[in-house]
């Protein structure tokens, strides 16, 4: 299955969200700061990223700019 990352600054929503893609298969992994997330896709391949728009740290908005040249 995929591996996905989802990017929410409300712990509670993203773990909501990771435990129900975890129960079709996917691997899901969480940040909950948006200045944390260059260096996590750094580190790892990721098929897609579900991203907040209202981020500590870095906007949702100028992550997408940054992350989409990379084709995730």
Do not use: C, K, W
């Amino acid at each position: 299955m995929a591996t996905l990352l989802i990017v929410e600054d409300e712990e509670a929503i993203a773990e909501l969200i990771a435990m129900n893609l975890r129960l079709v298969g996917h691997a899901a992994y969480q940040i909950h700061n948006g200045s944390e997330v260059m260096t996590a896709i750094g580190e790892r391949d990721f098929d897609l990223i579900i991203l907040d728009v209202m981020l500590p740290g870095q906007d949702g908005i100028d992550l997408m700019h940054s992350i989409a040249p990379r084709g995730i």
